[in-house]
């Protein structure tokens, strides 16, 4: 036998070992809760949350992450022993570092400065490294780099749309969809996430017009983000016009995994807003989520009191996307949100009425 075919079955051998690790793991692995909530507001609308937090490394990237090592091994891109890079908002690279670690390869992300400490420690934590770049947008040109000097890219901005098999295969809209069999409308008036890769708004919009199913898909994300202005004008040039404390979301450009066409309603949420309904959130499920949790719960509400006013009953469907110990330092400190001038207060008034009364009169 030549040196290259040897090698080729040697390479073939670690990917099939691979593939064996990624397939014990997850049949060691639960499906995530889908939580019921109510409120007095809304009577006949049933709200489901979707508990992304429960995976092993904490967020709906667990799911992500699995599909992104699956997608590189099955293309012969990621061989023994070759470092990984991504770049990151933090919850896919403590996801892929936790991966990095069950199949034995250094992981490095690339992450914004200003990410949340815990996520970095997490990531550290779990042996991988931590490449932190000042401006957010420089994240895509350093992973690439790193690529270049011979680092497999799992490319998650890039990727996320393609890897995940959206006709199922237990992806999250069919997890969803199978959960809600036995309930009182099992198919949901909307579904609503918000847009960080695009991957989980792109699986689940393909994945209910699969199924034929008369649900509409809503985009909760940050107010002024390039997913909102590009939806709007079909334009996938357009950029975010304020930035976000909300991590996971509210990307500054239009990620090649945004797939405006199966969206069919936006939601823009005040930052102040998603805070506020982070901390409701905390009050009815008695345990604490990210940001962008509390962004779904804004879209929810909207929509909600929209089927009110039109005499609508029925489901809706949401994400809680992380865990809120991430944001002990940041999101749930006061004196974080002082120094930058965020008060969420009149938001939190506001939803709290909207919660009482059904009816939407702005944040
Ligand atoms: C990634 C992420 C999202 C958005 O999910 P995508 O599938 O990437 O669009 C929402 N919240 C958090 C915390 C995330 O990390």
């Known amino acids: ?108 992300a690339v992450m914004p400065a200003c990410t949340a400490p815990r996520k970095i420690a997490d990531v550290q934590a779990l042996g991988g490294h931590c490449d932190l770049v000042d401006d957010p947008a420089q994240v895509y040109e350093r992973a690439a780099w ?33 959960q809600l069999a036995g309930e009182p409308h099992p198919e949901p008036a909307w579904i609503v996430c918000g847009a960080g890769t695009g991957g989980t708004s792109a699986t689940i919009g393909r994945y209910l017009r699969y199924r034929s199913l008369p649900t509409g898909l809503c985009v909760a994300d940050p107010a002024g983000s390039a997913f909102i202005h590009g939806w709007h004008r079909r334009d996938r040039d357009a950029t975010c016009s304020h930035p976000t404390v909300i991590e996971g979301i509210g990307r500054p450009r239009v990620e090649p995994g945004f797939l405006f066409d199966v969206v069919d309603e ?65 999101l749930y400190d006061p004196a974080w949100l002082t120094r930058r001038g965020l008060d969420p207060s009149g938001a939190e008034a506001a939803l709290r009425a909207i919660i009482a009364t059904g009816e939407w009169h702005g944040l």
């Open 266 to 330: 936006v939601v823009e949420v005040p930052d102040t807003a998603s805070i506020a309904a982070m901390r409701l959130l905390e009050e009815h499920l008695g345990r604490r989520y990210g940001g962008s949790s509390g962004t779904n719960l804004v879209g929810c509400l909207r929509l909600a009191a929209q089927m009110r006013a039109d005499g609508i009953e029925g489901s809706i469907v949401s994400l809680l996307c992380d865990p809120g110990e991430r944001y002990d330092q940041t």
């Open 1 to 108: 036998m030549s040196t290259t075919a040897a090698s080729t079955e040697e390479m073939r051998q670690w990917t099939r070992q691979s593939l064996a690790r990624l397939r014990q793991e997850a049949a060691r692995s639960a499906d995530t809760h889908l939580l019921k909530l109510e409120f007095p507001g809304f009577p006949g609308i049933d709200f489901y949350f979707k508990d992304e937090a429960a995976h092993p490394t904490g967020s709906l990237k667990h799911r992500l992450a699995r599909s992104l090592y699956l997608y590189a091994l099955c293309n012969g891109r990621l061989r023994r022993g070759q470092p990984v890079v991504d770049a990151s908002s933090g919850s896919t690279a403590i996801s892929e570092a936790w991966f990095a670690r069950l199949l034995g390869l250094q992981f490095t």
């Open 146 to 178: 790193h690529a270049t000097n011979g680092a497999c890219h799992l490319d998650q901005f890039g990727l996320a749309e393609r890897a995940t098999d959206w006709r199922g295969n237990n992806n999250i809209a069919e997890s969803i969809i199978g």
